[in-house]
């Protein structure tokens, strides 16, 4: 994505009833589909640049609601499922969506100590996502209360593509989360990692541009 790039709409619909965390629940069906591009690339001190010169990685996004849980469905490519995390220099897939956490004009990178974000972190070795607080780099830790605790998750590899859905509660049950209320729209950004021989982690990833998304 360019710089001068208008950001994406992503769409929250609302859908009354019970929704699964599955990709075939019809809740889906009528969910507007949006392409994220990640461009922006990270590589912290000591990481083996694993990118192509021109690489942008593309995620298909779509969100829906029902006034009490909100979801969120991810889909990529990827050659491989990568889900160990046990031996160096293998490393599992990962994903993460980000979400000022009080002002909108948070810094992309990991927002600052007056700016925190809040972080929902996928790896396809972990139990559960983990929700997570930042005031900037360097300073993303798992949020402490188990309050906090309440995500759950959908995760399939499948003939070389990824499908995960992300759910919480719409409403925040602590200070270190983000309340989604419907009429709102927040800013929202993306990070993928590669697993496998790509061994990308930590701060050496790939993310998108802020972009927008409007509960329904």
Do not use: C
């Not at 160990?84 to 490393?91: G, I, N, Q, R, T």
Request: without cysteine.
């Amino acid at each position: 994505m360019v710089d001068n790039d208008p950001p994406a709409e992503i769409m929250a619909v609302y859908n009354p009833g019970t929704i699964a965390p599955d990709p075939q629940d019809p809740a889906w069906y009528n969910a507007p589909e949006t392409i994220i591009i990640f461009s922006r690339r990270l590589n912290e001190a000591g990481a083996r640049t694993t990118f192509a010169p021109d690489e942008n990685r593309i995620v298909k996004v779509k969100a829906v609601h029902n006034g009490f849980l909100i979801f969120f469905l991810f889909r990529w490519d990827a050659i491989s499922e990568n889900k160990s995390a046990d031996d160096y220099p293998l490393f599992a897939d990962a994903f993460a969506m980000e979400i000022p956490l009080f002002t909108e004009d948070s810094p992309l990178w990991m927002g600052a100590m007056d700016k925190p974000v809040n972080i929902i972190f996928w790896r396809a070795d972990l139990p559960a996502p983990e929700n997570i607080v930042a005031g900037g780099m360097g300073t993303p830790q798992v949020s402490p209360d188990a309050a906090s605790r309440n995500i759950r998750h959908y995760q399939k590899w499948d003939n070389g593509t990824w499908t995960v859905i992300i759910t919480r509660p719409m409403e925040a049950v602590s200070e270190n989360q983000v309340s989604f209320v419907r009429g709102k729209r927040y800013r929202i950004a993306f990070a993928n990692w590669k697993g496998g021989t790509y061994a990308e982690r930590g701060g050496h990833k790939i993310v998108s541009e802020w972009q927008n998304i409007s509960i329904r």
